[in-house]
């Protein structure tokens, strides 16, 4: 099976344009979540999307959003873009609807807000 | 309340055996969680435990879980120098009325293996 995938592994942008992050799971896992790492604030948990619905959102401004489409695909945007937003953006990919077991890493995007 | 943490930093002889701890507060913790993560990379699930088990042994990896004190460690057995990264521990949570695979991590403790 193929793993998580992010795209793109990389991204420079200036402050206050607007950006969009996309996960696809691994084949069959219904489940996506979003982290943000930072080396200040580590690893902190944006959203979770099941069945294409927001199932848990974090603690972030509403600058940051998210959708899951119906083959479990999700997108992260984040608009107007400030300094502090620069980060590994990571997403999560797991089966079902319980609190499962596995939860696989893709290999990130990281942000660079100039 | 959802805190985790970790010493930051553990070096030991590649050889040795390595022991990452980890604290956390939620005592409702479904599942708890060790990832590595290399430099540049994303995170790799290294093994978990379920809540209501004491220790999980998988080839060099053990879980220790004591959950009166709320206590998790890794014991990484012979560490070799590509087990040099840093190591989170998370919990998941159940939410009220819902479930839920948020994930609350440490802040990671950085292995360093010397030759």
């Known amino acids: 099976k193929a793993g998580v995938t992010q795209t793109p592994r990389y991204l420079i942008k200036t402050r206050g344009q607007q950006v969009t992050l996309s996960c696809s799971p691994i084949?069959?896992?219904?489940?996506v979540s979003w982290y943000q790492q930072t080396p200040g604030q580590g690893l902190q948990f944006l959203f979770e999307?099941?069945?294409?619905?927001?199932?848990n959102k974090g603690n972030f401004p509403g600058r940051f959003s998210g959708r899951q489409f119906s083959n479990s695909r999700s997108e992260m945007n984040v608009s107007t873009l400030e300094l502090g937003d620069s980060a590994l953006y990571l997403c999560?990919?797991?089966?079902?609807?319980?609190?499962?077991?596995?939860?696989?890493f893709g290999p990130g995007t990281r942000l660079t807000v100039t | 309340g959802e805190d985790v943490e970790q010493s930051l930093f553990l070096s030991v002889r590649e050889g040795d055996s390595s022991v990452i701890n980890c604290t956390y507060t939620d005592s409702s913790s479904t599942y708890l969680y060790w990832y590595k993560q290399e430099p540049g990379a994303g995170l790799q699930l290294l093994t978990y435990i379920f809540s209501n088990m004491d220790m999980k042994q998988d080839q060099r990896l053990t879980v220790l879980l004591n959950k009166k004190d709320k206590h998790l460690s890794l014991r990484i057995a012979d560490t070799q120098t590509g087990d040099s990264a840093i190591y989170f521990c998370a919990e998941s949570l159940n939410a009220y009325g819902g479930a839920t695979n948020k994930l609350i991590f440490g802040t990671g403790t950085l292995l360093a293996v010397q030759p």
């Open positions: 084949s069959g896992h219904r489940s």
């Open positions: 999560a990919s797991s089966e079902g609807s319980y609190t499962t077991s596995e939860q696989y």
């Open positions: 999307y099941f069945s294409e619905t927001q199932r």
